[in-house]
């Protein structure tokens, strides 16, 4: 089984919707981050938590939210989607215990689609 | 903050032959991570370098960190179809211990049979 999932894979929505991807990891890290990849721009982080309590925004933030519900899973809300907002989606995960660095694990991807 | 320039941006081979992607940081690097991608899938790690003059190899991939720590090479040799996809470079975005990761654009390898 994969360590870290993500669902849906895909998912096709109108502007407007409220959007929630989900991202579930079984590697026991503390560490989990949401990034979006658009062609030409690269990965580009949305937020991060360093544990339950700890959220952090990433660069790109705006018209996104996430919860934390366990140590274990972190979502990513879009509140009102719109068009630019469709990207592929990744979760990763890190590990504490690696000292200054950081080696992430990324799940499969969510392809959004907003119309 | 950091950037991180990947050339080229694409590549297209010849199975069997060598090739190398390049990372260029504007600023020191602290920790150089490589990942590759299948089209539309996630990322794989691949190594990490930390130390100037570093170099690590897995399989028929080297991965390099030049002195200055300035510049990541990853080189393929003898290149197959199981090697074509998005090769991504990564940092840590503010030096050791920033934990956020920044990304190059990629470098999409292709490698005709």
């Known amino acids: 089984d994969a360590d870290v999932t993500q669902t849906p894979r895909n998912r096709i929505t109108k502007t407007g919707k409220r959007i929630m991807l989900e991202c579930s990891q079984t590697?026991?890290?503390?560490?989990m981050y949401w990034y979006r990849q658009d062609p030409g721009l690269g990965l580009r982080l949305i937020y991060y938590?360093?544990?339950?309590?700890?959220?952090n925004k990433g660069e790109i933030s705006d018209g996104y939210s996430v919860s934390r519900q366990a140590q274990a899973k972190f979502s990513l809300s879009l509140e009102s989607a719109i068009p630019n907002q469709t990207a592929l989606y990744f979760c990763?995960?890190?590990?504490?215990?690696?000292?200054?660095?950081?080696?992430?694990?990324f799940g499969p991807g969510t392809r959004l689609t907003v119309l | 903050s950091q950037e991180l320039e990947q050339s080229p941006q694409s590549l297209i081979v010849q199975e069997g032959k060598n090739l190398t992607i390049n990372c260029t940081s504007s600023?020191?690097?602290?920790?150089l991570y490589w990942y590759k991608q299948k089209y539309g899938e996630g990322l794989i790690f691949l190594m990490m370098?930390?130390?100037?003059?570093e170099e690590k190899s897995h399989e028929k991939i080297t991965a390099k960190l030049d002195e200055k720590k300035q510049q990541s090479s990853l080189h393929i040799t003898a290149s197959q179809p199981s090697h074509a996809g998005i090769y991504l470079c990564?940092?840590?975005?503010?030096?050791?211990?920033?934990?956020?990761?920044?990304f190059g654009k990629g470098t999409k390898l292709s490698v005709i049979p």
């Open positions: 990763a995960t890190s590990d504490t215990g690696t000292g200054d660095y950081n080696e992430q694990f």
């Open positions: 590697k026991g890290h503390d560490r």
């Open positions: 938590s360093f544990d339950v309590k700890d959220i």
């Open positions: 600023k020191t690097l602290y920790g």
């Open positions: 370098l930390q130390k100037g003059g």
């Open positions: 990564g940092a840590d975005r503010s030096g050791a211990g920033s934990y956020q990761l920044t």
